[in-house]
């Protein structure tokens, strides 16, 4: 049997290189009749629970971001292993989706080329 692939996050079975920043969200879908009655009481009837994860990497070089972005759009629903708050030191595998992507500039010069931020948010599908 295969070592399982082990990393701070992994990305269709892929280990990516560790964010500076990670931030697990975790919202509630509720159905269309939900909403507060005229008595006030408010009626949540929650569909599912699912994440979005906020992701960034620091002064990363133009290979170091090509890289970290063709992890993440190589697929139109990739699958992600990562740590969840919700469940302690045990990774979830969970099938999520690419945001829009923001990457500010920094330094472009010869020898001297680094992006200030790579940045982008996924959502689980």
């Given at each position: 049997?295969?070592?399982?692939?082990t990393g701070?996050?992994?990305?269709?079975?892929?280990?990516?290189q560790t964010?500076?920043?990670?931030s697990?969200?975790?919202?509630?879908?509720?159905?269309?009749?939900?909403?507060?009655?005229?008595?006030g009481l408010m009626h949540k009837n929650t569909l599912c629970t699912k994440r979005t994860i906020s992701l960034a990497w620091n002064n990363p070089?133009?290979?170091?971001?090509?890289?970290?972005l063709s992890a993440f759009m190589a697929n139109e629903y990739f699958e992600v292993t990562y740590y969840d708050p919700?469940?302690?030191e045990t990774q979830q595998t969970k099938t999520f989706y690419l945001g829009d992507r923001e990457s500010?500039?920094?330094?472009?010069?010869v020898g001297g080329r680094r992006w200030e931020q790579l940045s982008f948010n996924i959502i689980e599908r």
């Open positions: 049997m295969a070592d399982p692939v701070f996050l992994i990305v269709d079975g892929a280990v990516v964010p500076s920043s990670f697990v969200g975790i919202y509630d879908e509720s159905l269309p009749d939900s909403g507060r009655t005229l008595d070089s133009p290979t170091e971001a090509a890289a970290i919700q469940y302690g500010p500039m920094k330094q472009w010069f």
